[in-house]
């Protein structure tokens, strides 16, 4: 995990989840919850099921269901119960946070190392999301995104011509094995990094409103997952800076 400050960056944020086991259920407890929120309760509807009528719902946030922290790595368990397949969205916490939104800044860089295994229907959206939930007129900036069968991608969302409209880069990267993801998100610019290598610079939508991280798994979107599909989503580190 990287420690400390960088050229014209401010480290705010670091977490190797080396400091003790949680079970699942238990997440982020005594030991992570200073640090960690798993930010929705269960049964919470995600990006799919909120276009779905309560009860009909095939997806949604079960932390309960699917977070736990073991041999040095979060663990996010995605797999379907009673026709529903569930996925979590927990956030760093910054120092002295106590309450939604728990890590917001304007500009920020973001890196992380994780490990997806390939899970048709389930995906990624770690995302940065506006602290004004005015969406899409205040941006939105994904990163790594994308469903676990195919390829990471990084999105950049915003208006043109009062249209919602979005940005995509496309290392051509498949999920299924450790990576390292970093958003450096500047005035006028962001930059996506995957394992060290640039993927692209965004100036199109270049959000300049506080936001906040959230590491949104989800499914749904637009296939589900068959029901006996199931997996992890390993996280080993996140690192988090200020721009100085």
Known sequence: MPVGDLPGWRQVFAEDFSEG?????????????????????????????QQQKKGERTSGYYPSKVLSVHDGVLDMFLHSEEGVARGA???PKFSGASQRPYNSQVYGRYSVRFK?????????AWLL???SKQ???????????????????????????????????????????????????????????LD?????????????????YIMQTESCSPMCP???????????????????
């Open 21 to 49: 086991n949680v079970g699942i259920g238990e997440f982020p407890g005594p030991v992570y919850g200073t640090r960690w929120s798993e930010n929705y309760v269960d049964g919470t509807p995600d990006t799919a099921a």
């Open 89 to 91: 969205a927990p956030s």
């Open 116 to 124: 997806a295994d390939v899970l048709p229907g389930f995906k990624l």
């Open 129 to 131: 999301w506006p602290d």
């Open 135 to 193: 969406w899409p007129q205040d941006g939105e900036i994904d990163f790594p995104e994308g469903d676990l069968s195919k390829v990471i991608y990084a999105a950049v969302h915003g208006v043109e011509g009062g249209i919602h409209k979005d940005e995509v880069l496309r290392p051509n990267e498949p999920f299924g094995s450790w990576h390292i993801a970093t958003t450096e998100w500047s005035p006028g610019q962001i930059e996506f990094f």
């Open 196 to 212: 060290g290598q640039s993927i692209g610079v965004s100036r199109r939508f270049t959000p300049d409103k506080p936001m906040h």
């Open 226 to 244: 068959l029901p006996e599909t199931s997996g992890h989503v390993l996280v080993d580190w996140v690192a988090i800076w200020a721009k100085s």
